[in-house]
Every structure is written in C-alpha cells, then in structure tokens.
C-alpha cells in the first residue's frame, strides 16, 4: 500500500506483472483509488519528459547489536541525471511534500557527484572536459 506494488511480484496494485503500467484511476467497490495517490509510485512518476532519470539502489543490511533490531539496513539511492536541478530536485521535492514511505525512512546523507563520460578509444576519463574538441 505504501509503495503501491506488490512485495511478491512487484506489480503495481492495479496489474500481475512487474512492468504492467499501474492505473492510477483504478477504483476498488468503494469507489476509493486501488493505488493510494500518496503512495511512493504515484508521488514519484513523472509525466514530465523534462523530469526522468536513471536509478540504482543498494540496499544493505549489517549486523549491529547497538540496535533494538539487531541490524542497521537501508537502501544507498542512486539518481543519474545530466542536470539534477530540472530532473531529480522537483521528484525529490513531491516526495518531501507528501510520501507515504516517508513513515518509514530516515535520510542520514546526501551527495550530488560529476560523473565524466566514458573514455573515448584511444582517449582517457574525462578528456572532453579538460581538452578542447
Ligand atoms: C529508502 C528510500 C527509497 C525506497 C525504499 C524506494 C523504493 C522504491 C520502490 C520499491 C519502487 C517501486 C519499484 C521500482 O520502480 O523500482 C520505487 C520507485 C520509484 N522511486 Fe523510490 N525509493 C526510495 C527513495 C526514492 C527517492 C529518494 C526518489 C527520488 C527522489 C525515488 C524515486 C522513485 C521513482 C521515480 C520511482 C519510479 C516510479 C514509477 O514510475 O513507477 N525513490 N521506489
């Protein structure tokens, strides 16, 4: 419910299979939406060309008997984008003004990192940027 995919199959709420397009307009026999509009699917997609970009997640769980749960485990996100500002900033604000994960996750850190394209044949990381072309 709060991330609007099953934990089984990650399929949307409202589909069988993970890449089945979730229908936000879907209602149940109540009338009330299948995939709750604050839930984390429907807060973070983007209709907007202007504002897709590519992610990555670790997530990681380690021993630490300090915890009542034992454990310290999280998830690293990853957000590649050639210009955070217009791409990741507005998703990540929509997340902030309402996200029903946002009960269970403590931000600890941030970064934002210049990534260089790859190595051209013959060249070395970086080369486009400190050569003139
Ligand atoms: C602990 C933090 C987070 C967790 C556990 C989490 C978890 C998830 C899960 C389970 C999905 C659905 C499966 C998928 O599409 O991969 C998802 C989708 C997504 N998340 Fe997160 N997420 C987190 C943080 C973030 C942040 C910080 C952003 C961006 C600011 C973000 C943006 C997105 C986007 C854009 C989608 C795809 C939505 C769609 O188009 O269906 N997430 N996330």
Redesign the pocket.
Known sequence: MI?G?RLDT?APLTGRAERDE?DFGATDRFGFPVIDPAS??AR??STDPAERFL?RAYNYTEPDPRRTTGEDSG?V?L?YAADPARQ?VP??QR?DDLDR?NEW?TTIGSAVYAVPPAAPQGGYTGQSLLEES
């Open positions: 991330v995919r990650g979730p984390h699917i973070a997609r992610r998830l996100f957000a990741f998703v990540q997340l994960l996750v």
